[in-house]
């Protein structure tokens, strides 16, 4: 297919993922809401960025002393 097309073998499977999992995937409406599981407190702390990972590896590591940081 990929020579047939003119294009990569990665182009061809990576389209073919993309519509498989497009597919599969149920729109977000419908989709159960995800409930985050805090273990002490009341969730995240003010300012966190869950998405930031590099921050967070930083906020986890500041009390480490310098030897024992990544």
């Given at each position: 297919?990929?020579?047939?097309e003119r294009r990569t073998?990665?182009?061809v499977i990576d389209?073919?993922?993309r519509q498989f999992l497009a597919r599969r995937s149920a729109p977000r409406s419908q989709?159960?809401?995800v409930k985050l599981i805090t273990f002490r407190?009341?969730?995240l702390?003010?300012?966190v960025d869950i998405?930031?990972?590099a921050a967070l590896i930083d906020l986890m590591e500041e009390d480490l002393p310098l030897d024992k940081r990544r």
């Open positions: 297919m990929a020579a047939k073998l990665t182009a389209d073919a993922l989709r159960p809401p407190g009341d969730g702390q003010p300012g998405d930031d990972t």
